[in-house]
C-alpha cells in the first residue's frame, strides 16, 4: 500500500511492502493549505511508478480546508475506533487507486477545553504494538507539539503545546530577534533556557531575559536562539510528570534537543523516527480491512 | 519647562507651567527608532513657540540606538539617583535650548538575571510624591508590561511582562489569527480568559485554547482576540501578589482591561494617566537643579 502524510506546508508519500516496511519515499512541498481544487492534481505524479492500488493518507488533507473534511473521532480511542472514522473517496485523476483519509481526534479536557490532532493520531498508531499493555507517554515534537497519554492501546488524552510556533513567531517578528545572529545549536545556552523554565516565572516575564542576556552580554547573539528554543520547550516539558519514561517522536532537528530536555528532568527517552506515521497508515489499513494479507 | 517621552516608534512633548502642570501637548509618529541623525531636525519644529529653555527627554532617545546613549543607574534607585545620571547636550539646531536625557533602570534580580526599562522610570518619578512612604505596587500597562516594587520613595526592583507584544506577534502572524475576526473589545471573552489563565496549566499549551474555542464554536471569531488578550494578562499577573492595592499606569484603551483583571483577582486599583511621565520629567529636573523656583 502507499501511506500519504499530508500536512499544512508538505506531502510525504512511503511506499511500503506486504508487512508494513517502507521500500520507498518522496517529499513534495506541496501542503494541503493552498491545494483547494488540486489535491488529486498534486497526489497523482507522487504516485507514478507505484502500482498499489490502496492510497492511505493522513493530515490536514483532511481537514475543512483539505481535501474532504473528515470528522474528529472523540478520545478515549484506539485502532479500531480510528479505523472506523476513515472515509474512502475517489478522483478522475486517479483510476484504479482505492483512496482514504484517516480522521483526526478530539478530546475534552476535565476543564471543558477542548483539543484537536490531525496526523499525529496516526504516528501513535503506528506506536502501539510497540508500546503493549498499560499506560505510556508520548510526546511529538513539532510546530505544535504534542503530549499523549496512551493505556492499554487506546489513547486517553492528548494536549498541544505551541512550542514551535512561538519559538517562530517570536524569533522572527518580535523584539527578541533584534539581538539575534545566526549561529548552530547552542548546548550551553539550551540548557541555561530549560534551568530558567524550571522556575516558578510564567514565560510572559521569563521571555525578556533573552533580550537582557544579550543586552548585558550574558549570551552571545549567537547563542540567544538556543537560549530561547530551551526556555519555551522546558516551559513545554514542565506538564509532564518528571522521571517517566517518554516516548518521543521527532524530525531529526529536533530529536536531541527534546532527548536532552527529558533526561534533563529525570526522565528515561525512547526515540522513534517519523515513519511511525507510515506504520501508523498500515496498521489502520489492516484494521479497516483493506489490506489482503 | 518642556517635558519630552521619545519613544520607539512615537514622539510627544509637553508643556509645563511653574508648578509642573501640563498646559498643552503635541504627538508626532517619529520614534527613536529610525530617527537616527535626525533628532533635533525632529525635535526643532515641535517645539515651535514653546519658548521655555528647558527639555528634558525620556525614553528610547536614550538607548545606544537613540540621540545619545545614557548608561542605565542600577536599581534600588530614587529621584536623586536617577537625576544624577541625567546627561546633558546640545545642537546647533536648538539653539538656546538646555537638552537633557534621563536615565533609563536597570535590576538584577536574584536570580541572576538582568531587566531593563527606559522611559518608564520617569512615569514612576511622576507618581511618588503620590505615593509617600512605605511599600507600593505599580503596574505600567503597554507593549511590554512593567511591574515596580517602590519602597519610601525609591525603586526596589521591577519585572517586565511581554504581554504587549505577545498579543500582537500572535494575533498577527501565528494560526491563532485565522479564525480571529475584528470585533470591539469583549468582557465576558476576556474574563474567561483571564478565569483560564489562573489554573495550573503552561502558557505554552493553554494558548491552544484560542484556536479550538474558535473551531468548536464556544466562542465567536470576533471574540477570540479578547480570550487571547484576557489569557495574557492574566498570565503576567500571576506574579503579582493577590488582593494588593495596585497603582495603574495605562493608556485609555488599556486602563479598563487592566482595571478588570486586578480586580478580578481581588486587587484594589489606583488609577494613573500617561501624564504623570511628564510629572516625573518635572520632578528629575527639580531634583537635578535644574529649576530656578
Known amino acids: 500500500m502507499i501511506a500519504i502524510d499530508w500536512g ?10 506486504a508487512r508494513g516496511e517502507v521500500i520507498d519515499a518522496r517529499r513534495s512541498g ?14 497523482a505524479p507522487m504516485l507514478d511508478g507505484w502500482d498499489e492500488p490502496l492510497v ?14 473528515v470528522a474528529y ?6 485502532l479500531d475506533e480510528i479505523a472506523a472514522g476513515m472515509v474512502g473517496l475517489s478522483a478522475p ?11 483526526g481526534l478530539s478530546v475534552r479536557g476535565d476543564d471543558g477545553v477542548h483539543d484537536v490532532m490531525r496526523g499525529e493520531e496516526t504516528q501513535i498508531c503506528g506506536l502501539l504494538d510497540r508500546l503493549g499493555p498499560g499506560r505510556h507517554l508520548a ?25 514551535g510556533e512561538l519559538f517562530h513567531v517570536l524569533s522572527e517578528h518580535s523584539l527578541l530577534g533584534r539581538l539575534m545572529e545566526a549561529g548552530p545549536h547552542d548546548d550551553d545556552a539550551f540548557a541555561q533556557g530549560l534551568d530558567y523554565a524550571v522556575g516558578e516565572g510564567d514565560l510572559t516575564r521569563q521571555l525578556f531575559a533573552v533580550r537582557t542576556h544579550g543586552l548585558f552580554g550574558v549570551l552571545a547573539p549567537q547563542a540567544l536562539r538556543s537560549f530561547l528554543s530551551g526556555l519555551l520547550i522546558g516551559h513545554e516539558l514542565r506538564q509532564l510528570p518528571e522521571r517517566a519514561l517518554v516516548h518521543l517522536v521527532a524530525a531529526p532537528a529536533l530529536m536531541q534537543p ?4 527529558l533526561e534533563r528532568r ?3 527517552v525512547r526515540e522513534h523516527d517519523e515513519t511511525v506515521g507510515a506504520r501508523g497508515l498500515y496498521a489502520l489499513a489492516r484494521a479497516r480491512g483493506l489490506l489482503r494479507n
Chains 1, 2 share one sequence.
Open 56 to 69: 492511505a493518507m493522513a493530515g490536514m488533507v483532511g481537514s475543512r480546508q483539505g481535501w474532504r473534511e
Open 73 to 78: 473521532v472523540e478520545c478515549p480511542a484506539g
Open 8 to 17: 499544512s506546508s508538505s506531502l510525504r508519500a512511503f511506499r511500503l511492502d
Open 30 to 43: 506541496e501542503g494541503a493549505l493552498g491545494a483547494a481544487g488540486r489535491f488529486a492534481a498534486i497526489l
Open 139 to 163: 510526546c511529538l515534537a513539532g510546530t505544535h507539539c504534542k503530549h499523549v497519554w496512551i493505556e492499554d492501546g487506546r489513547i486517553r488524552r492528548f494536549a498541544t503545546s505551541m512550542t
Open 266 to 268: 529525570g526522565g528515561r
Open 93 to 103: 485523476e486517479l483510476v484504479g487507486r482505492e483512496l482514504w483519509i484517516v480522521p
Open 258 to 261: 527534546y532527548r536532552v530536555a
